[in-house]
């Protein structure tokens, strides 16, 4: 890549959000660079927010993508990337700008990946990263329901198109085997206790192979083609998360929580299990049995007395 086109590059991977308005665009010559080499990258304009850099290859995925995925409103708006620092840090971004419901954020790497409390998640090309925004009226209360949903949707995914079971660990882990593959955060915008958007991001290890972790996780994380021995196509398990995602919430919105819990409940490894939670107060064990309407794991200590665990780390035998 010439020089001056890598400056281009840097200069939108260093901005806030991946996006330069057009007075920055004029400023720092990425126009007339973009011109002059004839590259393989174009602006696209990203509602009033700004514009974003797009390789051609990435716009004709992005497009063939909407054409055919099976929804009425998820990922019927899509802004795919070759390299952000967080798709989940873009979703923001974009609610700024009363975009629609269902709008979605992809990438195909993350340099600054976060999953749940901060913590960092490797997004190594390789893996599917995405975010995307929707606009329930719900309390604020029931919000984390929608992380729930969103489990139950992943595993949906691949049961369907992948001869694997995966199992779900409290509150937001996917696992195979054991083994982490996807996880989920989800973060919340509001004003005046009423919900804004809801920004959902989504995590899952396909096509990574064991030495693209690193060594301190390795035994740990696994990807879908690690448990498969197959490479698989990312697009088409986004399309199929934004089907089964889409079916979840509708029948959330009309008829509440009861069926998506029960779903999660099914699939979840943590209940029936001893575990221990820790937690910001200090650690307590007791039998996993279900969960709250609000999301919490419900553990019966050995007094039988029954606590209500809305954040912690979970370790079972």
């Keep these: 890549m010439n020089n001056q ?26 126009i007339s660079s973009l011109d002059q080499f ?7 304009q990203m509602g009033d927010y700004g514009y974003r850099l797009i390789k051609e290859q990435l716009l004709f995925t992005q497009q063939r ?5 099976q929804t009425e409103f ?4 899509v802004y795919f990337f070759d390299t952000v620092s967080s798709t989940q840090r873009i979703a923001k971004k974009l609610t700024m700008n009363q975009v629609e419901e269902g709008t979605m954020i992809i990438a195909e790497e993350q340099t600054d990946g976060r999953g749940r409390m901060a913590r960092k998640w490797h997004s190594q090309k390789g893996g599917l990263w995405f975010s995307f925004i929707v606009k ?7 919000a984390p329901q929608l992380t729930l949903l969103t489990a139950v949707a992943v595993v949906r ?13 409290w509150p937001n ?17 509001a004003t005046d206790g009423n919900i804004e958007a809801v920004i959902i991001g989504v995590g899952l290890n396909v096509n990574q192979q064991k030495e693209a972790f690193p060594e301190d996780i390795r035994k740990k994380a696994t990807s879908i083609s690690l448990e498969t021995g197959m490479i698989v196509d990312p697009i088409s398990l986004l399309k199929g998360f934004c089907f089964q995602f889409e079916q979840l919430y509708k029948l959330f919105l009309q008829h509440g929580f009861q069926q998506i819990k029960n779903m999660w409940e099914q699939s979840c490894e943590t209940i029936g299990k001893e575990v221990t939670a820790t937690t910001f107060k ?8 279900g969960i709250s309407d609000e999301g919490a794991l419900l553990l019966k200590e050995k007094d039988g007395s029954v606590l209500r665990i809305f954040s912690a780390d979970i370790d079972g035998s």
């Excluded at 998820?74 to 708006?77: E, F």
């Excluded at 995914?157 to 660990?169: F, G, Q, V, W």
């Design 136 to 142: 329930p009226e719900i309390p604020i209360a029931t």
């Design 38 to 44: 004839g590259s393989n990258y174009r602006l696209e």
């Design 74 to 77: 998820i990922g019927k708006q």
């Design 5 to 30: 086109l890598q400056l281009v590059v840097d200069s939108f991977l260093k901005a806030d959000g991946n996006m330069l308005s057009m007075e920055e665009l004029k400023e720092k010559g990425c």
């Design 173 to 189: 882990d996917i696992l195979l085997h054991g083994k982490k593959v996807c996880g989920i955060l989800t973060e919340l915008q």
């Design 282 to 289: 200090g650690t307590v064990k007791g039998e996993a049995f």
């Design 157 to 169: 995914t691949i049961e369907d198109l992948l001869p694997l079971h995966p199992k779900i660990k």
């Design 65 to 69: 993508f909407t054409e055919t995925v």
